[in-house]
């Protein structure tokens, strides 16, 4: 089974600065895909950023991106420019490539971000 | 209005009640899940059903039972609710092959205490 890690409880950034949400996962599999969810105040889940593992390239979304390190099995978010908004709990979460599995998500336990003014 | 609806948003029952969680859609995506969310633990799956006659366990599903009554309904019951299930509970969609792109679409969530 898969599982997917996040070292981080809580972070905190000054608006406009950087941070970086770490996240490590464990699976035999060779194609998958890797997500960032963002769910705020409101619990809405919101989807920030889709990796597809056979992609080399690292998956970039505005102000949002990844550093895909597929031999270390690593898939932090890096965010930009951090903006109020920003503040909210974020989840990395591991989909099978294996069609017959669905689109079954396994999630890590979540980095609190708090942006402050 | 939104386009994975669940109710109730919130709800607080005493242990031993029987609980029902109702998810609708209008993605008209055949493929639903049910998933809670605990403090530190992410969010895991419950069951998740792929069409109206293809029901699955997930990784949690002792204490719970679901039924899908159409391709867009999909509900999660507690027979017996008791205070380790008090927990946000989200149900999601997502596509089928063809313009799957892996992600899910989410309810706003229904929060249960059990007392």
Redesign the interface.
């Known amino acids: 089974?898969q599982t997917?890690t996040?070292s981080q409880?809580e972070m905190s950034v000054q608006e406009a600065e950087t941070v970086t949400l770490s996240c490590t996962y464990d699976t035999s599999e060779n194609n998958y895909?890797l997500?960032w969810y963002k769910q705020p105040p409101?619990?809405?889940?919101i989807?920030v950023i889709?990796q597809e593992a056979y992609k080399q390239q690292n998956a970039t979304e505005n102000r949002f991106s990844v550093n895909f390190q597929k031999a270390a099995k690593s898939f932090s978010l890096k965010i930009s420019d951090s903006q109020l908004g920003d503040t909210a709990m974020y989840?990395c979460a591991f989909?099978s490539g294996i069609?017959a599995a669905?689109?079954?998500?396994?999630?890590?336990?979540?980095t609190r971000v708090l942006v402050k003014p | 209005d939104a386009d994975v609806t669940q109710t109730p948003r919130n709800r607080i029952t005493k242990t031993g009640k029987r609980i029902m969680l109702e998810c609708s859609q209008t993605k008209g995506h055949d493929?639903m899940?049910w998933y809670r969310q605990d403090p530190?633990?992410?969010?895991?799956?419950i069951y998740?059903s792929?069409d109206v006659k293809d029901i699955n366990k997930?990784?949690i599903s002792d204490g719970y039972s679901v039924s899908r009554q159409a391709q867009a309904k999909f509900s999660l019951s507690l027979e017996s609710a008791i205070p380790n299930q008090t927990a946000?509970y989200?149900c999601?969609t997502?596509?089928t092959?063809g313009r799957?792109?892996?992600?899910?679409f989410?309810g706003?969530?229904s929060?249960l205490t059990v007392l």
């Open positions: 089974a997917v996040q409880p895909y997500f409101s619990r809405q889940m989807l889709r989840f989909m069609k669905g689109n079954k998500l396994t999630f890590g336990g979540g | 493929r899940y530190g633990l992410g969010l895991r799956l998740y792929f997930g990784e946000l989200f999601a997502s596509e092959s799957n792109t892996g992600e899910l989410f706003e969530g929060r």
